[in-house]
């Protein structure tokens, strides 16, 4: 279905592990609707993953590998975009979280400190290090626009999402707050989107998640947003058709958030006359 509704546009893309995760399906869409694109991702996950065929489908596409904790390596990711593409950047996906804490299994009142420093660093402080860099080499056009994906229990307690909790609501509130500042200096936007469950490699990694699939399935009118269905919203926050939305948190969950109890799950604690 290609609309072109991103002709012209050049984006990055953090975070496509393997073709699980939502990122990847971000770039393909993206793509599909005519943007050119550079992935990133870890230096680690360059190993662990399936980047490069990604890359293969997407124009080959350069990679560049970046850790996105490190500032050095954001810089550098940002410059051979610009040099790739010859100007600026008009979109960024944040497609990044991890929690040692939860990958270990440390209960939430039990955390290692330093642990939760990583948690933090990863999955949060890294929008503000590549919102930061981006300003600092003025690498993104006006109207451009940032996404990062994240999930509902920085609202509500999800007791098995851990630390990643603590993780969503300071990546919601940095998208708040340097949304405004890059709106008045530079027009720049800057979004989440909370996403339903979805099965990735990150998402299996928390504890009892299919049951919690079911449940989300059966708490949403809708049934839960799939990994192609947020990838097209997220092309639809990159395209000029969103221009005056910024520092939102916008839910793509099938309803989940607004839904206290379903019928379906009602029905599941009827007792037999
Ligand atoms: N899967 C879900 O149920 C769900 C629901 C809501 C939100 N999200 C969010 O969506 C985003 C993408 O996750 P996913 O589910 O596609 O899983 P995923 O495992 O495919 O993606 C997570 C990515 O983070 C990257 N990453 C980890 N540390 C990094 C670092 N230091 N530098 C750069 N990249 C790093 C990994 O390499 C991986 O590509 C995450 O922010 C996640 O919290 C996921």
Redesign the pocket.
Known sequence: MAQDLLKGKKGII?????D????WKVAEQAVAQGAEIVLT??PI?MRMGTINELAAKCNNCPVIPA???SEEDLQKLFEGAMAHFGGKIDFVLH????SPNVRKGRHYTDLNYKFLQTTLD??AI?LHKTLATAKKLDALNEWGSVVA???IAAQRIFPDYGDMADAKSLLESITRSFGYHYGVDKKVRINTIS?S??I????SGVKGFDEFIAYSESMSPLGNADALSCADYCVSMFSDLTRFVTMQNLFHDGGFSNTGVSMEVISKFEKDD
């Open positions: 953090f975070g496509a592990l393997n699980m995760s939502i990122a991702n870890a996950a850790d996105a904790t497609s990044i979280g991890m990863v999955s890294s994906l994240t999930y996403q469950p979805t990735t490699t990150a998402g």
